[in-house]
């Protein structure tokens, strides 16, 4: 029972302990039965992408986006305390890899927000400065779309690949552990 608690737990260190330093990343998941997973990905991508300031990130894994997203990030004022608040909604009943992919591509819209790259007013965009009118049939050839679809597929690669690299470790632990334990226990 022990090592089935301590090996995700120490999955989970190894992924804290990349976190960068200067950010503080607030998040809650809601609408998933997975949220802890969701959440542990989401925030490792958010450190992989490097977010200097301080954010808070609520992940809605809903049915209610309107055709055809699969997906959508919302900025929300800043609280009270001057903190960035934003809203990712996922759509639900996908397949987990495209679920994860299209996360990573909403979360690289957050980190274009939270860079100043990308402010969203009604139908108007500002893009780098520069203003764009927001038009449903050209939604995907944005420039700030280009970007996130170039770099979604990249950054859950390197999230997963982390991931394996750790599980691969701590299963390595798990067997010098073991050799160890049973020299032990023969040597008696």
């Known amino acids: 029972m022990l090592k089935k608690l301590i090996a995700p737990a120490l999955v989970y260190c190894l992924f804290l302990n990349t976190t960068n330093a200067n950010a503080q990343v607030e998040m809650q998941v809601f609408g998933s039965i997975y949220p802890q997973q969701i959440k542990q990905y989401s925030e490792e991508c958010l450190s992989l992408l490097n977010i200097q300031n301080q954010i808070r990130v609520n992940i809605f894994i809903t049915d209610h986006l309107p055709y055809p997203y699969e997906g959508r990030t919302v900025r929300h004022a800043p609280d009270s305390a001057g903190i960035d608040q934003y809203s990712v909604y996922v759509q639900s009943g996908l397949k987990s890899e495209k679920q994860f992919l299209i996360l990573a591509h909403e979360l690289i819209h957050v980190k274009q927000y939270a860079a ?32 996130a679809y170039a770099d979604d597929d990249g ?22 552990n073991k050799k160890t334990s049973d020299a032990r226990h023969s040597g008696r």
């Open 116 to 147: 100043g790259l990308l402010d969203v007013t009604g139908d108007d965009v500002l893009w780098h400065g520069k203003r764009y009118y927001l038009h449903p049939d050209q939604l995907y050839s944005m420039p700030w779309e280009n970007e």
């Open 155 to 176: 950054l859950a690669k390197k999230f997963f690949t982390i991931r394996k690299q750790a599980q691969k470790e701590i299963r390595e632990m798990a067997a010098i």
